[in-house]
RNA sequence: GAGCCAUUAGCUCAGUUGGAAGAGCACCUGACUUUUAAUCAGGGUGUCCCAGGUUCGAGCCCUGGAUGGCUCACCA
């Protein structure tokens, strides 16, 4: 946006500025004691008809005729027309309001009517301005369209674009129906840092930064876990935390640098504790704010009644790619099972990871309706208990809906010498140059120590969870400001 | 990171075979005291994303770059 150049209609609006002031009317006024909002006007008609209300709003459209006009206010409920005549406000106060542009802010106090086309309409008795706008709006047809302006300027996208605003208002409601739901169930709302000194409970890069005063280099937290599963050791039964983590890799439609999390975590629970919460909670939620249990992601008709079927990995592999590990223990036999796909491995992949690969390429795009993977391969899954009855599988699920992970989750390990083998693999992954692999973490390791009880751990990615429920394409339509270059 | 596509007025968009830069809305002037995509008469406001190149001549063709979108890769 070139800011230099004062464009003519810019200018202008400028000029009409210094009128007002000039006029005696600050352009910039104080607040507005309402008496109603745009919709309680329009939808209570019968009771507000005759009276004097006092509105504010942007405004929208304007329509002159002379020594009258109409235009129309939008406030954050809607919009509401207001009719304006000569006779009703004097010459003086009629020549400022001629003065008035599309986008500006004004209060308007005045009697409702209906006008002859039925239109429900607040007569201007007076009005005040209380914020010029120097700006020209988009378009009041086609709105802003342009998708990397209504990116930029999220702000002219929620004036032009209703619906955008819907999407948000609904983010909000949902994020509140979770906190309800996890406080109702007396899961306790925690903060912890998000400045790191080394990072983990994921696989990803993480953005590094530095603290001046400690001259130490601090990473963005990519994680919650490994913390709360520290206030598990500190004696903390049932807690959350429901806020921004961040990993330094691509953007696309379905990933953004900084994205919402949430993570509970349960002692004394396991994974099929968690899967019951992550059916209950998200059907509950869904409930809440939609009335219902079905819901259309792009298309797809998608049904949350709980229970949500279970099936283990191996048996998803088995049902959707036809293909049978259970007799194959070997890395070298895992192979043989998969010679015949194209997949990204080599002499060093292991049979679990493997697995992992055939499950992400041939089975996650059939996982449509909800369901539960259950018993992740060991190799991927570094902080989840390993299997009593097969250590080369973990107590740890994620649930799908719409071919797309909405929840991972684990019966936490709380063996420090077994999650400290398990990081020292991950060491091996970093120095072979997997920048994704895990830190070790000393303290971790400390805390659990001094021991951690057995505990279930749940997490969702916010942001995708609310795709799912606005039916969004993209990530960047329901964060308000997603990451983009500067201009 | 790779491929494909887009970028023209404040906004939404046309722009033919390479031959004088266009429309609607917005804006400006005038008319109009119940309109509503108000109407009527008049007015075009521009770094055609940027930098090179080809050409007598480039919005259009070529090369490089920027930003964005989509797909793929990585991930959640």
Redo the contacts with the bound molecule.
């Keep these: 946006m070139?800011e230099e150049s004062i464009?003519?209609?810019i200018q202008?609006r400028h000029e009409k500025l210094e009128e007002f002031r000039q006029r005696g009317v600050e352009p910039y006024g104080e607040k507005y004691q309402v008496s109603h909002r745009a919709q309680e006007i329009t939808e209570n008609f019968e009771e507000v008809e005759g009276k004097e209300v006092k509105v504010s709003g942007r405004i929208m459209?304007?329509?002159?005729?002379?020594?009258?006009g109409?235009a129309n206010l939008q406030d954050e409920s809607g919009q509401i027309?207001i009719?304006a005549?000569?006779?009703d406000l004097g010459e003086e106060s009629f020549e400022c309001y001629k003065l008035l542009?599309?986008g500006d802010i004004i209060g308007v106090r005045g009697k409702v009517?209906k006008?002859?086309?039925?239109?429900i309409?607040v007569s201007t008795e007076d009005f005040n301005l209380l914020a010029k706008s120097l700006r020209?709006l988009?378009?009041?047809?086609?709105?802003?369209?342009?998708?990397?302006?209504r990116?930029r300027q999220r702000y002219l996208d929620l004036i032009m674009n209703p619906e955008v605003k819907e999407v948000f208002i609904l983010r909000s409601r949902i994020i509140q129906a979770m906190r309800n739901y996890l406080n109702e169930k007396g899961y306790l709302e925690v903060e912890t840092p998000m400045m790191h000194g080394v990072t983990g409970g994921?696989?990803?890069r993480p953005f590094k930064t530095y603290h001046n005063a400690l001259d130490m280099d601090l990473y963005l937290r990519i994680a919650t876990e490994l913390h709360l599963k520290r206030l598990l050791v500190g004696g903390y039964g049932k807690i959350y935390e429901l806020a921004k983590v961040f990993?330094n890799?691509?953007i696309?439609?379905?990933?953004?640098?900084e994205?919402t999390s949430v993570e509970v975590y349960e002692a004394n629970a396991d994974y099929y504790d968690m899967m019951a919460l992550t059916e209950d909670m998200i059907s509950v939620i869904c409930q809440d704010v939609f009335g219902s249990l079905n819901i259309t992601y792009q298309g797809k008709e998608l049904d949350l009644t709980p229970p949500w079927p279970r099936l283990t990995m191996l048996e998803a592999i088995k049902k959707y790619a036809n293909l049978d590990f259970t007799g194959a223990k070997r890395d070298e036999e895992a192979r043989e099972v998969v010679k015949d796909l194209k997949l990204?491995i080599d002499k060093n992949t292991t049979r679990g990871e493997i697995i992992n690969l055939v499950f992400e390429e041939y089975v996650e795009k059939h996982l449509d309706q909800p369901v539960f993977i259950l018993d992740y391969p060991i190799e991927v899954s570094p902080l989840a208990k390993s299997k009593k009855d097969d250590p080369a599988f973990t107590y740890r699920f994620e649930a799908f809906l719409a071919s797309s992970?909405i929840a991972?989750a684990f019966t936490e390990l709380n063996d420090p010498l077994d999650q400290k083998e398990r990081f020292l693999k991950q060491a091996e992954k970093r120095a072979a140059g997997d920048e994704?692999a895990h830190m070790m973490d000393d303290d971790f390791i400390a805390s659990l120590e001094y021991g951690m009880p057995p505990a279930g751990g749940l997490g969702i990615?916010i942001?995708?969870l609310i795709m799912l429920f606005t039916d969004a394409?993209?990530?960047?339509d329901v964060i308000l400001f997603p990451t983009?270059?500067p201009?």
């Design positions: 070139s464009h003519e209609l202008r459209t304007m329509r002159r005729h002379g020594k009258a109409f027309q009719y005549r000569l006779d542009d599309i009517f006008t002859r086309k039925g239109e309409t020209p988009p378009e009041k047809w086609h709105g802003l369209r342009d998708i990397e302006l990116y994921a696989n990803a990993r890799e691509g696309s439609t379905r990933h953004n640098p994205f990204n992970e991972n994704e990615g942001d995708r394409p993209s990530i960047r983009l270059r201009r």
